[in-house]
Nanobody
Framework: QLQASGGGLVQAGGSLRLSCTAS?????????MAWYRQAPGKQRELVAT???????NYEDSVKGRFTISRDNAKNTLYLQMDSLKPEDTAVYSC????????????WGQGTLVTVSS
């Protein structure tokens, strides 16, 4: 249902853009899409969310550096990450909560982002 891509190795201060392609059924429904990340030895944390009404929210540590966006025509969710820091190193995963008579949740596979100092 979800396919994430775009991770890689980047130096501190650099940028990466993650993409998450979803099925059309997900984008057509009431949905809340999100990026999560999990750093080695740490719990998974919510990074940013975007709903079908255009509302976005960010975790405090990424505000002003990361931008979540979506292209509904391409059924794709993005995470533009600028001014990357070593502490942003993690596996990033996309998530979709979809309402179609009831709520359902989907996860994409993770993509590794490594930020070197």
């Amino acid at each position: 249902q979800l396919q994430a891509s775009g991770g890689g190795l980047v130096q501190a201060g650099g940028s990466l853009r993650l993409s998450c392609t979803a099925s059309g059924r997900i984008f057509a429904a009431i949905n809340i899409m999100a990026w999560y990340r999990q750093a080695p030895g740490k719990q998974r944390e919510l990074v940013a969310t975007s709903n079908n009404l255009g509302t976005t929210n960010y975790e405090d540590s990424v505000k002003g550096r990361f931008t979540i966006s979506r292209d509904n025509a391409k059924n794709t969710l993005y995470l533009q990450m600028d001014s990357l820091k070593p502490e942003d190193t993690a596996v990033y995963s996309c998530n979709a909560k979809v309402f179609d008579r009831r709520w359902a949740e989907y996860w994409g596979q993770g993509t590794l982002v490594t930020v070197s100092s």
